[in-house]
């Protein structure tokens, strides 16, 4: 994913599993985010006799499996869904066919998250041939282990495709483990999009995160943190997670862009801020003007501009008496001692 010239950050409200096998409960869920301003919504494809071998499976994750797994059979309607309430849908596939699954409803985005980008380089490959924009969570990897994953990326795919987010793959992520100044390194090293994974509690890591240059966000969003299941107790409710939105579109809008561009207000009233020359006291026809003869004023009248006093006014000669506190300009000045092409006109 390219940068966003406009700033707008990209935000993804994480459902994950947070819809606990109740498709409406996954819709409503869409609904709010939808309502709060996200830009995405993100399930997780997970499948539990395509995670892990028969021979390891224990009944705790059979138990667990039967409260995450995203149906296949939703699919159709998780998407039907999203592009009738007019919201992107992606879903982070954690096995090669789920990959497939999400093809076939030409998805805009594939999230490759954390374990994946750390332990799954075959997901990685078949992602990047898909010629669409990847989000790759580095939660998990060294430094060096993100570069493996990046080159290999690079390798099938097109980097300007791609998105970093950086992440801290601990859940709820205390604050001393954030190191949100890693997404600087990310963006400087890799040359990336960067967006931010956020775990923390609360939404002050998100939007620290926009202004260190994320332009990616993904938050967990719950009805409610009391609800059974891994990832409702540190996700945020609907009205925690509209604010983290406004938020984020308050600091877009604070940070604007990286040139100076003067506001209209500022363009109007920096004239009337000027400190323009004046003489300091009474003084006659053909003196020379010294720096104890000038004082300085805000005027309505343009005149000298104080960045010029010194070589348009010092030792130039008065052509005319003027009094004190008499705002000097070029016509008071001897003709022969100010050349046209030296003229201020300020």
Known sequence: ???????????????????????????ELMDIAKQSGADAVKFQSLKLNKLIADSDIRQTDIELFQKIELREEWYDKIFAYAHKIDIECISAPTY??????????????????????????????????LKIDVIMSTGYCEETEITRAVELYKTYGDLQKLTLLHCTSQYPAEPDKANLNFIKTLKNKYGTAVGYSDH??????SVAAVCLGASMIEKHL?????????????????????????NIRET???????EKKLTDFEKDFRESVMMYPYSARAMQQREKITEDDITYFRSRSKGISPWSVEQKLLG??????????YQLKETELEETELADNERDYY
């Open 1 to 27: 994913m390219a940068e966003c010239k406009n700033r707008h950050v990209f935000v993804i409200a994480e459902i994950g599993s947070n819809h606990n096998q109740n498709i409406e409960q996954a819709f």
């Open 316 to 325: 130039k000669t008065l052509c005319k008496s003027v009094p004190a506190n």
């Open 222 to 246: 719950t009805l409610s943190r009391k609800m059974e299941g891994p990832d409702h107790y540190f996700a945020l409710e609907p009205d925690d997670f509209k604010k983290m939105v406004s």
């Open 252 to 258: 877009e809008q604070l940070l604007g862009m990286p």
């Open 96 to 129: 090669l066919l789920a990959l497939e699954l999400l093809k076939k409803h030409n998805v805009k985005h594939i999230k490759i998250a954390s374990p994946q980008t750390y332990g799954f380089p075959q997901l990685i490959k078949k992602a990047a041939q």
């Open 200 to 205: 923390t509690l609360g939404t002050t890591a």
